[in-house]
Structures are given as C-alpha cells and as structure tokens.
C-alpha cells in the first residue's frame, strides 16, 4: 500500500487537513508548516492521487489553451508561457486547436470536453461572447478583444505596432505602400489597419484601395495576395504584412518571382519570428512579448479560479511593442 496522506500528516506533526491545504496550494498555512508537509512528502515519497482528489474536490487541475493552430509560433509561444505559470501551480495545460472555425471551438464549450478542464485560455473564433459566458467556466481572451465584451483579456498595442512599421517605411521615402492582412472582425484586424490608414492620412499619403488586400492569417494568403499586389500595372514599393504567417507567405511570393527583400522591394511584418530573423537580410517588423502574454494570461485564470479577483483589478492587460530594424526596408531616393 503507498503512502497516504495521513502518513504524511503524522511524519510532519500536523492535521490531514492541513497537509491537503498545501497540497491545494492554499492560504492559512505558514511557511514553516508548509515546509514540514513538503519536505514530509519528499521523504515519504507521496505521490497525489490527482484523479482522487478531482473527484472530491471538483476541480481536475486541467486548463486548456483554445488556439486557432499550432503552426504560428506565436501561438506556441503564448502557450510555453501559459504552461510554465500552470505548472508550478500544480495545474496541466492542454491545448486544442480550432482552425479558425467557430465549429470546432463550439466542442469545447458544448461537448464532454468543458466537463474536464477548470478553465479556459481563449483566442476566440466569433465575435458573440454569449456562447463563452454560457458556459460557466473561467475564460480569459488572449490576443483578440472580442468588441463590447468585458470578459478578461490580454492583447497588445496593435494599432502602435502598425504606426511605427508605417513611419519607418514612411521615413525611408516609401509611399506606395500595401497592406496584407487578415479578417477584420477582431482588434489584431481592425486595429491594425486602422494603423494603417490613419498613418496614411496624417502624412498626406493617398489612401489606394487596389494596396489594401486582405484574406485570412495563413502563409497561403500572403502568397496569393502578394501574387495580386504583384501584377498591379503600378505595384507597391512596400508591402506590410499583419502577422507573422502572411509574411513568411508573402516572403516566398517574393523569392518565387526573383525579387530581392531589401533591394528591389520592401518587406515589414507583425510580430517577429525565425524567419524574420534569419531570411536575408532579415525582416524588420514588430516584436511583442509573446510568453509574457501567455503567462500574464494564466496569471489571470488563476486568479480567477481561485476567486482573487482583486489581483487584477483591470480586466483588460494591454502589452507594449517594439520595432525590430533590419533590412528589408529599401532607402528611396
């Protein structure tokens, strides 16, 4: 037979009910006692029944990250973050992915699968909070603002990353200058071009619809948008790409039709990345603290499953950015 946890209990000279109060990580322990339980189940070698204490307790120490894909290191890495604060609070992350579609997110919500996870870390799909606030569960939204809603969240200054990837096209003589980007139904969209056009106007700069071109968040529609922008009779000088996925996509249109990034024509994008880094001659965009967002994200849900809601007292965090130069921006005459 293990060990229970009254052994643990009678080799630290304490109450069962105190050694589960630190297992459960909770308050009204001091940290004397809490190191006597610790170091008692170091010694004795106990081991938490997790399934057991779910089942009384009713909470499963699992959470799940609800992302649209794994592909975008963004993603993966808005996750590291999350799991990093998870884990040390004794909870396991999942994560699932939607695929952007509002179907595939609704099986987290109405299916077994919300029956198993104490709560949720949410890049939403839809724009209708109804459905999340429906289902009872703890949800903090992470890089999108869903409009009107109250629900906690955690994103970035879209529309200041977009302004300053314009002025340092715009400083560098550019003015025919395209924008690629994704849906505009959430604030990564409509902030960003927004950015975009108000950036436009305060220089001066004619606003042309043929440069604005937008599609979904993927490689692919970097590509075949970039093809379009390409095959205008007066193509841009610029184009600036709204996440990382359209602009490795619009760096192999690029390549493909033999143009050199920095020299024949310029390439910015959100959020930087691997390739951003390493394609010659590297590609200045907008670089934000991703693992931060994950982990501020799970600090949140934490907070919230453990009914400390005075911890965040805004229920919307916004995260600063920087511009990345490198050189993939051309100096026009």
Not at 140 to 149: A, F, H, N, Q, T
Not at 212 to 231: A, K, M, P, S, V
Request: proline share 3%; net charge neutral; charged share 25%.
């Amino acid at each position: 037979m293990g060990v229970t946890i009254k052994d643990v209990a009678d080799y630290a000279h304490v109450a069962v009910s105190t050694v589960s109060r630190v297992i459960n990580n909770m308050d009204r322990v001091s940290p004397e006692t809490r190191k006597a339980v610790n170091d008692a189940i170091e010694e004795l070698g106990y081991v938490r029944n997790n399934l057991a204490a779910s089942i009384k307790t009713g909470k499963s120490h699992f959470i799940v990250a609800v992302v649209p894909d794994i592909r975008n290191e963004f993603y993966t890495s808005v996750i590291r973050g999350v799991e990093s604060v998870a884990s040390k609070e004794g909870y396991y992350t999942l994560v699932y992915t939607t695929a952007e579609a509002v179907s595939r997110e609704q099986n987290v919500f109405d299916g077994e699968f919300s029956q198993i996870v104490d709560g949720i870390i949410l890049t939403p799909s839809q724009t209708d909070d109804l459905m999340y606030k429906k289902s009872g569960k703890p949800i903090v939204i992470v890089d999108r603002e869903i409009p009107g809603s109250d629900m906690y969240s955690v994103c970035v200054d879209n529309y200041k990353g977009i302004t300053l990837l314009m002025e340092e096209l715009i400083r560098n003589g550019h003015r025919k200058i395209a924008i690629v980007s994704g849906p505009l139904m959430f604030n990564i969209g409509i902030d960003r071009m927004n950015g975009y056009m108000d950036t436009m106007k305060q220089y001066h700069i004619p606003i042309k619809k043929k440069y604005i071109r937008t599609g979904e968040w993927f490689e692919e529609d970097g590509y075949h948008l970039t093809n379009q922008l390409l095959q205008l009779k007066d193509p841009p000088t610029a184009i600036l790409a709204t996440n990382n996925l359209l602009c490795i996509g619009c760096a192999e249109c690029l390549c493909d039709r033999g143009m050199v990034i920095g020299k024949d024509i310029s390439l910015v994008g959100f959020d930087d990345s691997v390739m951003a880094k390493y394609l010659g001659p590297g590609i200045t965009c907008v670089r934000r603290a991703t693992n931060e967002m994950g982990e501020i994200g799970a600090k949140m849900l934490l907070a919230l499953l453990n009914k400390q809601k005075e911890h965040f007292p805004q229920r919307k965090v916004v995260l600063d950015v920087e511009l990345v130069k490198r050189g993939s921006v051309v100096k026009l005459e």
